[in-house]
């Protein structure tokens, strides 16, 4: 979730501008983007050794595993 309602917690936010507006990437939006880059690079990693990418344990993934 982006969070846009919640000052703290949101990832972008709404700017405005002649043209309308846009949004803006927060400091936190980068930290997250940042560990779901490394999360991806990670499960890359593993697929190229031929292997799975690992389980998340007590939400300590940023994108969570759902095992079907």
């Known amino acids: 979730m ?3 309602g919640n000052s703290k917690l949101q990832l ?3 700017m405005a501008n ?3 507006g ?4 927060t400091p936190r939006g980068v930290v997250v983007l940042d560990q779901v880059a ?3 690079t ?3 990693d593993f697929m190229e050794a031929g292997g799975m990418p690992r389980k998340e344990e007590d939400g300590d ?3 969570k595993w ?3």
């Not at 846009?22 to 990437?25: K, Q």
């Open 22 to 25: 846009y949004y803006a990437i």
């Open 61 to 63: 993934l940023p994108i």
């Open 18 to 20: 002649e043209f309308g």
């Open 12 to 14: 972008f936010k709404r």
């Open 2 to 4: 982006a969070h846009i």
């Open 42 to 44: 990670e499960c890359l």
């Open 66 to 68: 759902f095992n079907r």
């Open 38 to 40: 490394a999360y991806v």
